[in-house]
């Protein structure tokens, strides 16, 4: 692997460690929408690094999303099912908390997320520190 596509990698993996960080602090102050948005992000970053090391590029967080599913879930069925559950839910919850000024978001729904976003993110990050 080029020595810059590490760099970049390991930048992508800060990035998600500072959002989910953030999330958590968030969450803690009772501010549940950023720390949904934090917790979406955190797992974007993450899934950033896979497509970084992958060679994958997009702009857009659907096509990211989708090609997590079908290349890691069912393609090379690299990670369990849950995680592109948790990915889903995670783009979902934050678009409409982000988009949608009269939607509430419920509070153990984040919680119960920031909970599993820090699974998602440990597990991914094994797999992309190990290859």
């Known amino acids: 692997m080029m020595p810059h596509k590490d760099i970049l990698i390991n930048m992508w993996i800060e990035k998600a ?25 955190a797992i974007f970053y993450m899934v950033s690094s896979l497509a970084q090391k992958n060679d994958f590029a997009t702009s857009k967080h659907s096509v990211l999303l989708a090609w997590f599913n079908k290349k890691f879930i069912y393609e090379d069925k690299i990670f369990d099912e849950k ?4 990915y889903s839910k995670a783009f979902s ?39």
């Open 93 to 131: 919850l934050r678009q409409e908390s982000d988009y949608d000024v009269s939607y509430k978001l419920n509070v153990e729904k984040v919680k119960e997320l920031l909970f599993e976003a820090k699974e998602f993110i440990k597990e991914v990050k094994e797999y992309v520190l190990l290859k």
């Open 17 to 41: 460690n500072t959002a989910i960080e953030d999330a958590q602090a968030a969450y803690d102050s009772k501010r549940f929408e950023n720390s949904m948005n934090r917790i979406y992000y």
């Open 83 to 86: 995680l592109f559950k948790i």
